[in-house]
């Protein structure tokens, strides 16, 4: 309602994908590669009233608030690249013997003297204005017909034949190469990006190249540096075959021709977004109905919020309809009501919200979920927002993470948050995948159950492993060798119990770096959700272990007290045959900086530029020592057999290098 309130919430008919199968609106976000991104039906075209919500108020804030945040640099990038910021120029071109132009938005105003054709999407309305005009609508009215059946996917592909139809009977004019130019339509253009119309520029355009040679049209070169007789030249180079900007480069050529057409009042300096609208209406019963009555003198009219929750109505069937209603429309007694503002009779919006409105805010439920009279108190909202670590799937990085970005903005301007990001931080993790990097579904038949898995090796195996696996960020695939090592690391674990001399405390001298170097690394690790290497290095000192005669008891419960946050059974049980409290009720283990560096490493020496051996070196040794150093190693006196020593140089805790001859 609020949104509806200050004008950002609005109804349009438009075409919009929609599922076959599902039988409902999807938002551009909701199509993947074509399909819906739910059920993998290809998606089609279709003419629908739908609510809509203007995001796109929102898109600078969006990108700019980027770099107040912290999220993983991948994350920036796809919703930077969704959203979708270009800097150009409007051009207007005019239409021969009209008073009217065809606005063009584009980035590269620099090549408009290589523009030589022209392309508008099939929906545009200049084929109507003009239909008295044009010889071949038939033509046109067929063409338009087979691009509304095509998703926004098939209509962009780059990798496809380029079709189109040209308008017979009106023209466009270059206003600065002062040439006659075609209109064509092509379902390359999309109406719902920019102004749905484009200069063509084949010799530095490849869609528009692979457009020219399929129509015999010309091809002008006006940037240097390509060969445009085998394709598009889209790189940079100076500005050729244009009067006004011959010899500039491309930067140079873009200001200076920009300036130009505000000059002549040809065109202007435009800002423009990829961003779309979001799609807000779904024509399914479950979800929150739109809290909007329809009156035929009112228009669209809120209800009152003391109105509020709007619930949903009992229904026979769940399913759509197969024109596309939602099964809300068949509840008459339900759609039928009175105007909140004139009283006469009116119908509801039968259409709900999408599944994103819901997980748009519920984290500020989370805040204070007993408050029936708001989100949450302010005193709740101040004490915990924003939220600190937020973590999630990648395939949500352009759906629910942007919309609940917007969402959380405009609660922030209408003063009910207190502020204008809802995560401080936020990382994302891959996905496991089946045998041969397959992503498991069950029509594969390569689905892993948990449940299996626990009832074979136990619920810390499980834990350890998919920790274990790989790279948290990243993809990797299920690996049953994998689990069983896993699995004998846990069994050793327990076995070591064994080797516990329970009157030995303290670290021993030859473990004691290395435990306050594991201790450092995993807590940094874990911090880090890198506990796949916390793992490795806790594996490390346990191989340690097994090389002592004995290990003391405080050895050993260090190494549970690290290892309890990836397995807590295993780790509570040993500890309790330790005859010790709850590992969770105790304190993390603390290292000491100064005891995580060895006083003794190991330092590579090269001979003539190749790693010929290596010599443990007293840390921080001093130039003065190297020579005594090296002289008691048997391997320096090998090289040196038959040679002279010409040169030594020493790179303090690092590199002994040795010219010989």
Not at 254 to 267: W, Y
Not at 385 to 413: A, C, I, Q
Request: with cysteine; glycine share 6%.
């Amino acid at each position: 309602l609020q949104l509806f309130k200050h004008g950002l919430a609005y109804k349009a008919k438009m075409d919009i994908n929609f599922c076959p199968s599902c039988k409902v609106g999807l938002a551009n976000e909701e199509v993947v590669g074509g399909e819906c991104e739910r059920c993998h039906t290809p998606v089609v075209r279709r003419a629908k009233e739908q609510w809509m919500l203007e995001i796109t108020k929102y898109a600078q804030r969006l990108l700019d608030d980027l770099d107040e945040v912290d999220f993983a640099p991948r994350i920036k990038a796809q919703q930077r690249n969704w959203i979708g910021r270009s800097e150009g120029a409007t051009i207007r071109f005019p239409i021969l013997d009209t008073e009217e132009t065809l606005d063009v938005y584009t980035t590269r105003p620099d090549t408009i003297y290589g523009a030589t054709y022209m392309v508008i999407a099939p929906e545009h309305p200049l084929i109507e204005t003009y239909a008295s005009r044009i010889r071949n609508m038939d033509a046109l009215m067929a063409y338009r017909t087979e691009a509304k059946n095509k998703s926004d996917f098939e209509r962009t592909e780059l990798v496809k034949d380029k079709t189109g139809v040209r308008i017979e009977g009106i023209n466009a004019w270059n206003p600065i190469s002062e040439k006659e130019l075609p209109i064509f339509i092509s379902d390359y253009v999309m109406m719902e990006y920019g102004s749905g119309a484009i200069m063509a520029v084949p010799a530095h355009d490849q869609r528009d190249y692979e457009f020219a040679k399929n129509f015999d049209l010309p091809i002008y070169e006006v940037v240097s540096g390509g060969d445009i007789s085998t394709e598009a030249w889209t790189g940079d180079g100076a500005i050729v075959g244009s009067p006004l900007i011959d010899g500039l480069s491309v930067p140079e050529a873009i200001e200076k021709m920009t300036g130009i057409l505000e000059e002549r009042g040809l065109g202007e300096k435009k800002v423009q977004y990829k961003l779309r609208d979001w799609v807000f209406s779904r024509q399914r019963y479950w979800g929150e109905p739109i809290p909007i009555v329809n009156c035929p003198t009112c228009g669209h009219v809120p209800l009152d919020e003391s109105e509020l929750p709007l619930c949903l109505p009992e229904v026979d069937s769940y399913e759509p309809t197969d024109d596309g209603s939602s099964p809300l429309a068949a509840m008459e007694d339900w759609v039928h009501t009175t105007c909140p503002s004139c009283g006469a009779a009116a119908e509801r919006e039968t259409d709900t919200m999408p599944q994103w409105a819901g997980s748009s805010w519920y984290f500020l439920r989370y805040l204070d979920p007993h408050n029936d009279e708001e989100l949450a108190s302010r005193e709740a909202i101040e004490t915990w927002m924003p939220v600190d670590w937020y973590n999630g799937g990648m395939e949500h990085t352009t759906l629910h993470l942007l919309y609940s970005r917007f969402w959380h903005k405009f609660l922030y301007d209408i003063g009910v948050v207190n502020t204008p990001e809802p995560y401080q931080k936020r990382s994302s993790h891959g996905f496991i995948l089946g045998k041969g990097n397959i992503k498991m579904s069950k029509s594969r038949g390569n689905v892993i159950n948990p449940d299996e898995v626990i009832e074979e090796v136990g619920a810390d195996a499980l834990r350890s492993y998919e920790m274990f696996i790989g790279d948290f960020e990243k993809a990797v695939s299920w690996s049953n060798e994998g689990l069983a090592g896993t699995k004998r690391f846990l069994d050793r674990l327990w076995f070591a119990f064994e080797r516990v001399d329970m009157n030995k405390r303290g670290y021993s001298p030859e473990l004691e770096v290395q435990i306050h170097r594991t201790i450092k690394k995993v807590g940094e690790d874990y911090e880090a959700l890198k506990a796949n290497t916390a793992i490795a290095a806790m594996m490390a000192l346990l191989n340690e272990y097994y090389l002592q005669d004995s290990i003391g008891r405080d050895e050993y419960e260090v190494l549970l007290r690290l290892l309890n946050p990836v397995a807590p059974h295993i780790t509570e049980e040993l500890n309790e045959l330790l005859g010790n409290p709850p590992i969770t009720e105790g304190k993390w283990p603390a290292y000491d900086p100064d005891k995580t560096v060895e006083d003794v490493i190991e330092v590579p020496v090269q001979v003539n530029g190749k790693v010929r051996f290596r010599m443990d070196v007293p840390r921080g040794a001093q130039e003065s020592q190297i020579d005594a150093l090296l002289e008691e190693e048997d391997a320096y006196h090998r090289q040196l057999e038959g040679k002279r020593l010409i040169k030594r140089i020493y790179i303090q805790d690092k590199l002994i290098s040795l010219v010989v001859k």
